[in-house]
């Protein structure tokens, strides 16, 4: 019930693509869903986050669609970047305890 | 601002040996989370310090452990190296009460020989 499932594994798309990343959870409790973005040898930077009273939000080219009844949010990445390409994690946590981590996406942009 | 800092970058020890880590949160933040990142196991929380204390831990042994100063500041042991704590360990930090953010340091490359 702890767990937060994230697909998928990897994702490759061409610039200008919008790559979409989903994640799914079992705890209803969860209050707070932030997504990381990861470059390789750096620590995850926070990108977004979205809380359940909210189905939407966007920052940037970056957003959180967020389905409370399905128990699903995913992120969107509008007019993607080569500079986008690193591993992006989804989280979830409850009353500001530790976050549960998805297990991560390696997205790809081609020029 | 400055973000959150860690140190040592990397640490290099061999088995049986006690590994300490160091984290320094973002000015004003008064809370600080450890996870794990190996290889293949994506990120594992450790340990959450909140006001000096103790708030939660994650399921590790024992032999990890760690404490946070009255600055905010933190450290993690691991006591009786294992092979299998080769990771990458990440400090986040949190500003306080209402805010959920949490912002990570750039992470101490930890070698197990």
């Known amino acids: 019930q702890q767990q937060v499932k994230q697909s998928p594994q990897s994702l490759i798309v061409q610039k200008g693509g919008i790559p979409i990343i989903n994640c799914a959870y079992e705890?209803?409790?969860?209050?707070?869903f932030p997504w990381y973005q990861q470059f390789p040898g750096k620590g995850p930077a926070l990108l977004i986050a979205?809380?359940?009273?909210?189905s939407e939000k966007k920052e940037g080219r970056f957003t959180i669609s967020f389905n409370k009844s399905a128990k699903q949010f995913s992120l969107h990445i509008m007019d993607s970047q080569p500079g986008d390409s690193a591993t992006y994690f989804c989280?979830?946590?409850?009353?500001?305890?530790?976050?549960?981590f998805g297990t991560g996406t390696r997205l790809q942009v081609f020029p | 601002e400055a973000g959150v800092t860690q140190s040592p970058t990397h640490l290099i020890k061999t088995r049986g040996q006690q590994a300490t880590l160091r984290c320094s949160p973002i000015?004003?933040?008064?809370?600080v989370y450890w996870y794990q990142q190996a290889l293949g196991l994506g990120l594992q929380f450790l340990l959450w310090?909140?006001?000096?204390?103790?708030?939660n831990r994650g399921n590790f042994p024992p032999r990890f452990s760690g404490r946070q100063f009255p600055n905010y500041s933190s450290e993690l042991n691991v006591n009786a190296l294992e092979l299998e704590d080769s990771a990458l360990y990440l400090c986040?930090?949190?500003?306080?009460?209402?805010?959920?953010?949490?912002?990570f340091g750039p992470g101490t490359r930890l070698t197990v020989t």
């Open positions: 705890n209803t409790a969860f209050d707070y």
């Open positions: 000015s004003g933040h008064t809370s």
């Open positions: 986040a930090s949190r500003l306080g009460t209402g805010q959920d953010e949490q912002y």
């Open positions: 989280a979830a946590s409850r009353d500001t305890d530790k976050l549960i």
């Open positions: 979205i809380r359940p009273d909210v």
């Open positions: 310090y909140d006001e000096g204390e103790e708030r």
